[in-house]
Structures are given as structure tokens and as C-alpha cells.
């Protein structure tokens, strides 16, 4: 009788067990990504071969939808290098559309974006003369997620300045290769 119980108990702490296990097994989400809101990321190429810096915050607003900030900051002087960039700072609001995402925890895939973008520099046609203006544009790109939350983001696009200043360029770029934490 005593060894009858015990083969019973065993049974239940092996099916609950394995159970447990299961549910694991079959949780694409099990480190808690779907319930993180916020991202943080750096244009590592920026970084890497323009001396710029380029921080970008994102909230994600549920699967399908995002919005952020960039802040980018160029280091090299277009009047002394040859540089990439003209725009010496700028901060670029943003709104994102994700589309085709089968994860549970979404905001990852391929994206559309929209932006505008508040920027200073100095002329491409005469590097004497600096400039702010304001852009709007458009953007696409794809982010990666992967479990524990580190991303990886490619994108481009380009908009068109409004024309606040008589100095500033007529079109603006916008992207990047990026690396980043969910959290």
C-alpha cells in the first residue's frame, strides 16, 4: 500500500514536471521581452567611421507601433575634414509602423517610419555659412529582437528641408546601422 502511494506521488511530480518544462519549451517570450516598452540603441556606424555620435530612445507602444527621439552630435569639423556630414547637431522626433511581425512580442520586423528633423550645420555650397532648419521625410528599415532583448536595426530614408533658412541643403538623410537594448 505504502509503495502504491509513493508510485502515485512519483506520477505527479513527473507530469507536473514535465508540464512545467513544456510550457517552457513553447514560450517564445520567456525572459520577459514582450513586456519591455523601452528601447535604447547607438549607430554603430556613425560611430565607427564618421567620429559622430548618434543615441536613439524608442517606447514601444504595443506590436505594431513605436515612437522616439535621435539625438545626433558630429565631431569632425566640415570646414577642416572632409566630412560625411554636414549637419553639426540635430534631433530627429520619430513615429514607426511595424508590419509582418508573427513573435509574440512585437515592434521588430520590418518598419516604416516618419520623422521630422530640427538640425544645424554648415552649408554644403559654402562651408562660411551655418544653417537651421526643420525636415520632414520618410524612412524604412528592418530591427531584429532577439530573446533577451538585444536588437540589431538597419535603415534609410531622406526628407526634404522646409526651407527656414536661406543656407541649409534642400534634402536631409536619415539612417543607420544600429545596436541596442530592449528594456
Not at 1 to 15: D, Q, Y
Not at 52 to 65: F, Q
Not at 105 to 120: D, H, R
Not at 147 to 160: I, Q
Amino acid at each position: 500500500m505504502k509503495n502504491n502511494f509513493t508510485i502515485k506521488l512519483l506520477v505527479v511530480f513527473l507530469f507536473t514536471g514535465f508540464l512545467a518544462s513544456a510550457q517552457d519549451m513553447n514560450s517564445d517570450d520567456q525572459f520577459g521581452v514582450g513586456d519591455r516598452k523601452s528601447e535604447i540603441k547607438l549607430d554603430v556606424f556613425d560611430a565607427a567611421f564618421f567620429s559622430a555620435l548618434d543615441v536613439s530612445y524608442e517606447r514601444v507602444n504595443d506590436s505594431s507601433i513605436g515612437y522616439g527621439v535621435s539625438v545626433f552630435a558630429n565631431f569632425r569639423d566640415p570646414k577642416e575634414d572632409n566630412a560625411a556630414y554636414y549637419e553639426k547637431f540635430a534631433v530627429t522626433p520619430f513615429f514607426r509602423f511595424y508590419f509582418f511581425n508573427k513573435e509574440d512580442f512585437g515592434a521588430k520586423g520590418l518598419f516604416a517610419e516618419v520623422f521630422s528633423k530640427f538640425a544645424s550645420g554648415d552649408n554644403p555650397d559654402n562651408l562660411n555659412e551655418e544653417y537651421f532648419d526643420a525636415a520632414l521625410g520618410l524612412a524604412i528599415g528592418k530591427k531584429w529582437v532577439n530573446k533577451r532583448g538585444f536588437m540589431l536595426e538597419f535603415s534609410l530614408g531622406g526628407g526634404r528641408n522646409l526651407g527656414l533658412d536661406d543656407n541649409s541643403p534642400e534634402f536631409t538623410f536619415r539612417g543607420g546601422i544600429s545596436l541596442g537594448y530592449r528594456f
